[in-house]
């Protein structure tokens, strides 16, 4: 496995694993990589349906030439402080910082003589590059502004909204871990609940939608090819960091069908994996023999790569989605699609992966399996609602 980039780079060009590359932890990096790669594809739906004629742009009014304000002043001279100062404390405690940057991110640990300097400066010089572009009289223009044009800002609130919700919904899944270590839990870079991530990612997105007259339906179709994209990609992230996203014990022989192909796919142990403990679900982590680095344990069973699984999954819902984008022309049907596939999909795949159960009206599921179930009937009965709707509009009545 590869916990971070330093291992990931040994993998590929054989350099030495646990040097500075290790700050940056591989299934952040594919997180980020997975926003990314949703904000590609959302941008180029709302484009082309902007080019159908489905969006009309909303005119914003642009001053240019004014001084800069105290608040935009204010915000940089915070972010200068938190980069100067984060930055600092990081340099000075690089080992700690190496093995754990959540705790220094996420946590009051700072240099505060960095961050008064950073923050000076990057206040500073918001307010010196806003003198050198002001203007004696600043000048009000109105520019036409379409959905696509404001990717960046949806993109800040679905990830900003998606990782807490992700994070809120696993500590509920694990609310007594999250009891006796309160702190550790809220700062731990692990631990996200996919479907937690996507319902309070859907109700940021919808709240700017709606401050900003961003007309919904055509902008969830717009939407559900790029959330499965994003989804796929950052399954890739907890497969190589090995991140426990795995699934249950897989003694059984691979089958003759799957002959061609490795035994990682059928059933693996994850070594070095990013959890670094014997404390691992479904079975014990045991050390790797003779293994001198800072991540040294494997599952001392092997189990199902569920993650792998997963994204061949959402490879597939992704194909059948961006099929159908141009085919559907009931605006919404696409999005109650996406529903019904993810939740099949995540529904199917709890089946042999590890999480925690609940007593549901004396039923075992887990809670990845009770949302796949409201999320498949929310779809369905969207989906019937949305083809009775047009059939309504377009059947005329009998004379």
Partial sequence: MYP?????????????????????????FFL???????????????????????????KVTVTEGAPAGIMEIAMNALVGLLLGGKGWYAAQHFEAFRHDPASVILSGKIAWGAGIVGALALGGLTWWDARRKQKATPVVRTVTVFPHDRISELTVWAAVGGIVGAKLFDLFDNWESFLNDPIGSLTSGGGLAFFGGLVLGFFAVVAYMYRHKIPFWPTADA???????????????????????????????????????????WSYNYPHNVLNTPHTDPVPSVGIENCTWDYCYQLSEPVFPTPLYEILMMSVVVGILWMLRKQIKIQGLLFFIYLALTAVERFIIEK??????????????????????????IAAAGAVYLIRKDKSKTTSPIE
Wanted: glycine share 12%; hydrophobic share 50%.
């Fill in 32 to 58: 980020a990589i997975a926003f990314l790669a949703s904000a590609i594809v959302f941008s180029i739906e709302l484009r082309r349906k902007a080019q159908e004629g489905v969006y009309q742009p909303d």
């Fill in 223 to 265: 939407v559900s090819p790029a959330l499965a994209t994003g989804y796929g990609v950052g399954r890739i992230g907890c497969q190589l960091s090995g991140d426990g996203d795995w699934g249950i014990v897989n003694n059984a022989p691979k089958p003759g069908w799957m002959g061609f192909l490795p035994d990682w796919m």
């Fill in 352 to 377: 042999i992966r590890v999480n925690v159960v609940h007593d549901v009206f004396g039923v075992k599921m887990t809670q990845a399996e009770v949302i796949s179930v409201v999320l498949f009937l």
């Fill in 4 to 28: 971070d980039l330093s291992y990931l780079f040994h993998g590929l060009i054989g350099t030495a694993p646990d040097n500075w590359l290790s700050i940056f932890k591989t299934f952040g």
